[in-house]
């Protein structure tokens, strides 16, 4: 049972994310619209989990890629929807007994509630993990379960619901 170099940069590189520096064209609230950089190493597309930041060391957001435009000098321009709240990293899994066997921790993030807004606090999940009645498990220090209320939205890679 070891796992080999080859095979421990691979299963890194699946992680790991690349930083670009885009620039904004127009920012409106709760949508961004950006400039990527010919010199742009990733793909994009619209459905897609983009992660936002202002500056050097400005917190990160995230959003979502609702739409891609080709401007007539050739440059794309990216319409980015912030989701509310500051995301934080978790861990999650499959919590239905079926599939907790062969079930992997997967990353995740957390989005707090906002009462003022009456905006309820979220779970981004990775792309059908989460249909409304499934469990999901969360790591809060240990496992905790909880059940699938309702989702909010599905995306091309990631889904996000509400959990009770």
């Not at 064209?25 to 961004?32: C, L, Y």
Request: charge should be positive.
């Amino acid at each position: 049972g070891r796992v080999t170099e080859r095979t421990y940069i691979r299963m890194f590189s699946d992680h790991n994310s690349t930083f670009e520096p885009w620039a904004v064209v127009e920012e409106m609230p709760g949508t961004w619209r950006l400039d990527r950089p010919k010199t742009a190493s990733k793909g994009v597309a619209i459905g897609r989990l983009a992660g936002v930041r202002l500056g050097e060391g400005g917190p990160f957001f995230l959003g979502v890629i609702r739409a891609l435009a080709q401007e007539t000098d050739g440059r794309i321009v990216a319409t980015v929807s912030l989701f509310p709240g500051k995301p934080e990293a978790i861990a999650v899994r499959s919590g239905d007994a079926r599939l907790r066997a062969n079930a992997q921790w997967a990353q995740g993030l957390r989005l707090p509630a906002l009462e003022r807004l009456q905006i309820p606090a979220s779970l981004v999940v990775p792309g059908s993990m989460a249909l409304r009645g499934r469990g999901l498990e969360v790591w809060e220090g240990g496992p905790k379960e909880s059940t699938v209320y309702e989702v909010l939205e599905h995306g091309a890679d990631f889904d996000r619901v509400t959990v009770f």
